[in-house]
């Protein structure tokens, strides 16, 4: 695991800190609907306030595109962030860069909290653009790195300017990091890897790598119907990629070179389309109907992924496992969610997941809060699951390196 400095490193005292965050979080008709991202940002906001720095927090929302469009402002997540770190008041730069950038940095205290405006709205951030780098650098001393849900850009804020300042990461980050390490680095095994979704094609180097690391790998979701396809199995009408079936079977047979167990369902529950409340069955899983779809793991399969949870130690679950947004379909993976959460709280297993729709699905699951760690990050949390080099972590570890000589 790279190595890379903390906030408990550096003093920040009476400093400009320019704090990468990652405010991408959802929105709806100007509301956030999901403030996970910053609540979780908010301890490394607090610590740094805490010690008398200047706080300049700086994030991209949705992909603007390089220009100046008020449809991804950042201004409407003042009012949230103020609330998350305690009703305290956080001014607000029209500009990321520039005199109105520079004007709202000099106006704070030591205590007090800016936010920039949208870093995508200038080129230079996605092109990681020297110029703009050091144009953002001009506007503190020190640079806090805690968007490991972005880690995975190459941008300017994540990349270039973590080598014009001294550079750490932030708590999020470090606990992301962590939780990362603990579960794929240098896990206690059993390590059993519970992946879900639609496809194998957009999973191939993920699955490639974790075969490689775990010795359980489980798969739902539709991806899992390739699987079986592969296996020579009917999947009937089921989402399924039959040009992927060879593929599979090179997955498959790469498993077992690698002594990792797979673990697929034995058994599916069918409907005749994927719709709310629609009659469903359970069968085995050599006996689905060629009209038929598999919209979800059955109860033997539940079964199956309980008795491997039972014999890990440790878990990374990508994915949901089977069409979970449509009621009844979200069972299986809300039984394992809490299956995870139960083990997890006996102390019997160490828990991590994340990606989009994983996170959404633990969360309807009700036990988000009973996971060891649950990944704010999207994208970043799948590379990583890729066995990708970072490049903001790789950032951080860099200029770490840099700071001991
Ligand atoms: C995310 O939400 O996954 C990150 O903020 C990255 O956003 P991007 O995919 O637009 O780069
Ligand atoms: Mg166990």
New binding site residues.
């Given amino acids: 695991m790279a190595k890379f400095r903390t906030l408990d490193d550096i003093d920040v005292s009476g400093k400009t800190v320019l704090l990468r965050a990652d405010l991408n979080v959802p929105v709806k008709d100007g509301k956030v609907t999901d403030a996970t991202r910053i609540e979780r940002l908010a301890p490394t906001i607090k610590v740094l306030t805490g010690k008398g720095a200047r706080v300049v927090v700086m994030s991209h929302f949705g992909r603007p595109k390089g220009k100046p469009d008020l449809a991804f402002s950042l201004r409407l997540l003042v009012e949230p962030l103020e609330k998350a770190i305690g009703g305290r008041h956080v001014a607000f730069a029209a500009d990321c860069v520039g005199d109105e950038a520079k004007r709202v940095v000099a106006a704070l205290q030591p205590g007090q909290v800016a936010l920039l405006e949208n870093l995508r709205f200038h080129k230079g951030e996605e092109a990681s653009s020297p110029d703009f780098a050091r144009a953002l650098a001009e506007l503190g001393d020190i640079y806090v790195d805690d968007a490991f849900s972005a880690a995975h850009r190459a941008h300017a804020s994540i990349e270039a300017l973590a080598h014009l300042l001294p550079a750490a990461a932030g708590k999020l980050m470090e606990a992301e990091l962590n939780a990362l390490t603990a579960a794929l680095d240098s896990p206690a095994r059993p390590v059993l890897a519970l992946i879900g979704g639609a496809k194998v094609s957009t999973k191939l180097d993920l699955l490639r790598f974790i075969i490689g690391k775990v010795d359980l790998l489980a798969i739902g979701g539709a991806m899992a119907n390739t699987l079986l396809l592969a296996q020579g199995k009917e999947v009937g009408r089921s989402l399924c990629e039959h040009d992927m079936a060879e593929t599979a079977r090179q997955l498959l047979a790469l498993a077992s070179q690698r002594n990792c167990r797979v673990i697929l369902p034995e058994d599916a529950v069918i409907a005749s389309e994927l719709a709310a409340g629609v009659a469903t069955c359970e069968v085995a899983i050599d006996m689905v109907p060629h009209d038929a779809m598999i919209l979800d793991i059955g109860t033997k399969s539940i079964e199956c992924i309980g008795a491997a ?5 440790t878990l990374v679950w990508n994915g949901p496992l089977g069409a979970f947004e449509t009621p009844p379909f979200d069972r299986g993976t809300v039984a394992v969610a809490k299956r995870v959460a139960e ?1 997890t709280r006996a102390g ?2 160490l828990s991590v997941a994340g990606g989009g729709d994983t996170v959404a699905a633990i969360a309807a699951a009700g036990v988000i809060d009973e996971l060891s760690y649950v990944s704010t990050a999207g994208g970043a949390f799948l590379e990583w699951l890729e066995g990708r080099e970072l490049p903001g972590v790789a950032a951080l570890s860099a200029t770490s390196r840099r700071a001991e000589k």
Avoid at 309 to 313: I, K, P, Q, S, V
Wanted: zero cysteines; hydrophobic letters at 50%.
């Fill in positions: 949870l039972d014999e890990a130690r083990m019997k297993l």
